[in-house]
């Protein structure tokens, strides 16, 4: 059984700083990409930060100079660093991942989510 356990959302004033982690367990191969998504209420889920196993990144251009993902792969985690928050933050962040099980079976997974509100 695969699984993705997030942590370090919360509450925080505009302007300040959270640092999300997503470390996924289990029966894996490989890790192709993880990424964390964001869903306020009444919007669509959408990709906020993504890395690949080799590295290479993508932002939303929303959150373009102020967040910043990396990635452990020994730990197969990933972490979104958030800096200078805004309230349109907001929302249900979940971390997703793209990789293989032991059984070379390719899977996407998804975290529970992660609370953030950031306040004005």
């Known amino acids: 059984q695969v699984r993705l356990v997030e942590s370090g959302g919360g509450l925080v004033q505009a302007g300040g700083s959270l640092r999300l982690s997503c470390a996924a367990y289990?029966?894996?191969?490989?890790?192709?990409?993880m990424g964390w998504y964001r869903q306020a209420p009444g919007k669509q889920r959408e990709l906020v930060a993504q890395?690949?196993?080799?590295?290479?990144?993508n932002y939303a251009d929303s959150v373009k100079g102020r967040f910043t993902i990396s990635r452990d792969n020994a730990k197969n985690t990933v972490y979104l660093q958030m800096n200078s928050l805004k309230p349109g933050d907001t929302g249900v962040y979940y971390c997703n991942t793209d990789l293989r099980t032991a059984q070379l079976t390719r899977r996407n997974y998804w975290g529970q989510g992660t609370q953030v509100t950031v306040s004005s």
């Open positions: 890395i690949t196993s080799g590295g290479s990144t």
């Open positions: 289990g029966s894996i191969f490989s890790i192709n990409a």
